[in-house]
C-alpha cells in the first residue's frame, strides 16, 4: 500500500491505488533498493538500522494523531478528513488485493524502468504537496510577526453567470509558498538522486498526513479494517511472492529507508533495511482514533492512546525479533494488528469501558477532502 490520489474517489479505492506496493517484509532486511553485491551487515549497523527505522515510524504516528485532534474540528476545506465508514474498511482488502496482483502484473509484462520513471514523477508532485502541508504549522511558528504575510487565492471556474461552477477554490498565503518551495527542492533532490534521506522526508509526510487526514469513524470500524488487512498481509506475504516482488520493483517513497552499512560507508551507503508505509499508516489511524476516544471521554486521560501506542511498539519490535529469528519475510501485520487491537481492549475491560468504546459514533457533519491516501505495506 502506498500513496494518496487528489481524486475524489471513495477511500477504499484512493487508498487501494497506492497501497499495495508497500506490504512486504524481508527476511533479514539487507536487499538493497539498488544493490548489486551482498552486504553482510555488522550488529551495530543492523541495530542502529531498526532502531532508526522505529523511531521514524513513532513519529508520523505520534504527531499525525495529535494533529487529527485538530483536524476533526476544522472548518476549512483543506484540512477536513477523509472518514472511513465500515463498508468501506470491508471493501479495503478486496480492492487492495485486486490492485496488488494488477501491478504485479504490470511490472512483470512491461519494462519496470518506464513504470518506475512515471511513478517518480507522480510521487514527486504528491511529495512536494504533502511535505508543504507537514511544514505549515511549523513554518507559521518560525516566522516572526512582522513577517509580510500575503493573503492569495487560486480559483477555477467553469461556465458564466447563473451556470458558472468553481472547479477549483484555494486560498493559500506567503508562508504556504514558502513551504511549497522548500518541498520542491526536496523534491528535484529526490527526483534527480533518488537519495534516501529524501525518500525518507517524503515518506514521512505521507505518513504523517495519512494518519492526520484519514478517519475512522469508529472503533468497530477500525477492527474491521485491520482484520480485513491482516488476512490480505498474510496470504500475499506467506501465499505468493506477489507482495515483495512489488514491494522491491515499486521505486517510489511508499517506504522508510535506513542503511545498514551507513557506519562503513557514510551517507553515501546503499544496503537498506525498509519499513513499507502501510505499516505506520495504517495501525497509525487506528491509534488516532482511539486519541480522539479519549478526548471524547472528557476525562484529562491519553490511556487508550498510549496503551495503543505501547502496543505499536511491542508489535513491531516482536516483528524484527521474529523476523531474524526465523530468516523469513514477515508481514508485519501480523503482530500489529493484535497487539494495536488487544491492548486497548484489555485496558477497556478492565476499566469498564468496552460498550462505550465501541459504540457507534455519529456520521461526520463535514464536507470531505483527502489530500493523499497510502494503504497497508511492510518492512522489507
Not at 494533529?67 to 468501506?88: H, L
Not at 504485479?104 to 511513478?119: A, D, H, R, T, W
Not at 502496543?311 to 521474529?322: D, E, M, S
Request: a negative charge.
Amino acid at each position: 500500500m502506498s500513496e494518496a490520489e487528489q481524486v475524489p474517489a471513495s477511500a477504499p479505492e484512493a487508498a487501494a491505488a497506492v497501497l499495495d506496493a508497500l506490504n512486504a517484509t524481508d527476511s533479514n532486511g539487507t536487499e538493497a533498493l539498488n544493490a548489486t553485491a551482498k552486504f553482510v551487515a555488522t550488529p551495530e549497523g543492523t541495530a542502529l538500522a531498526y532502531g532508526s527505522l522505529v523511531f521514524m515510524a513513532l513519529l508520523p504516528i505520534f504527531f499525525g494523531a495529535l494533529r487529527s485532534v485538530t483536524c476533526s474540528k476544522s472548518k476549512n476545506a483543506a484540512d477536513m478528513p477523509e472518514t472511513i465508514t465500515s463498508r468501506d474498511a470491508a471493501r479495503f482488502p478486496i480492492i487492495a488485493s485486486c490492485t496488488l496482483f494488477g501491478l504485479y502484473l504490470f511490472f512483470k509484462v512491461f519494462s519496470q524502468e518506464y513504470i518506475n520513471l512515471l511513478l517518480s514523477v507522480y510521487f514527486f508532485v504528491l511529495g512536494v504537496l504533502a511535505l508543504s502541508h507537514t511544514m505549515s504549522p511549523l513554518m507559521s511558528r518560525i516566522f516572526p510577526a512582522s513577517f509580510p504575510n500575503k493573503q492569495y487565492q487560486l480559483l477555477f471556474t467553469q461556465g458564466s453567470g447563473e451556470s458558472k461552477e468553481e472547479i477549483v477554490n484555494y486560498e493559500f498565503d506567503t508562508k504556504n509558498l514558502v513551504c511549497l518551495l522548500i518541498s520542491s527542492v526536496v523534491g528535484v533532490w529526490y527526483l534527480l538522486k533518488k537519495h534516501w534521506i529524501a525518500n525518507n522526508l517524503f515518506g514521512l509526510a505521507f505518513a504523517l498526513n495519512g494518519v492526520e487526514l484519514l478517519h475512522l469513524n469508529n472503533v468497530s470500524t477500525g477492527c474491521i479494517l485491520l482484520g480485513g488487512l491482516f488476512v490480505y498481509d498474510v496470504f500475499w506475504v506467506f501465499g505468493t511472492n506477489v507482495m515483495v516482488t512489488v514491494a522491491k520493483s515499486f521505486e517510489a517513497p511508499i517506504k522508510l529507508v535506513f542503511p545498514q552499512d551507513l557506519l562503513e560507508r557514510g551517507l553515501e551507503a546503499s544496503n537498506f533495511a525498509m519499513l513499507g508505509l502501510g505499516d505506520i499508516v495504517i495501525p497509525g489511524i487506528f491509534i488516532a482514533l482511539l486519541l480522539r476516544f479519549d478526548v471524547s471521554l472528557k476525562k484529562n486521560s491519553r490511556t487508550y492512546f498510549y496503551s495503543s501506542f505501547l502496543a505499536y511498539i511491542f508489535g513491531l519490535g516482536l516483528t524484527i525479533f521474529v523476523m531474524h529469528t526465523f530468516k523469513h519475510a514477515q508481514p508485519a501485520l501480523l503482530y500489529l494488528v493484535p497487539a494495536c487491537v488487544g491492548f486497548p481492549v484489555v485496558v477497556a475491560l478492565f476499566k469498564g469501558e468496552l460498550t462505550e468504546m465501541f459504540s457507534p459514533s455519529p456520521p461526520s457533519p463535514v464536507l470531505l477532502l483527502l489530500l493523499f491516501s497510502p494503504s497497508p505495506p511492510h518492512f522489507l
